[in-house]
């Protein structure tokens, strides 16, 4: 692991890039740790790094954690459907408005 500061991250980006192969380039900002460089070497590690800051699935997984330990089940076509479909299931469990009278 190696760490530098984002000035010299700027001026030599494409050797940092290559260094992170070696191990993670934590990148400082007033000292400070604010980012990282890691390498990606194939789908799947794109796939572990986009899902691990994904706030969606972090919510579906410890939805689904909850449900595993309370017995709760959900069909595997609704999981799927929730999953590719999240605004959509949002809308189906939203309760109606009720309207105001008027006037």
Not at 19 to 38: C, D, F, L, M, Q
Not at 65 to 83: L, M, Q, S, Y
């Amino acid at each position: 692991m190696k760490v530098a500061p984002i000035a010299d991250i700027k001026a030599k980006l494409s050797e940092y890039i290559e260094e992170s192969h070696n191990g993670a380039v934590i990148i400082t900002k007033n000292g400070r740790p604010t980012a990282a460089i890691v390498p990606i070497e194939s789908d799947d590690d794109l796939e572990r790094i986009v899902l691990s800051r994904s706030k969606l699935f972090s919510k579906i997984i410890k939805s689904s954690e909850k449900k595993i330990r309370t017995g709760t089940k959900v069909a595997h076509d609704k999981f799927w459907d929730d999953t590719l479909n999240p605004s959509k299931s949002k809308k189906e469990t939203k309760k109606p408005r009720k309207k105001r009278n008027g006037g």
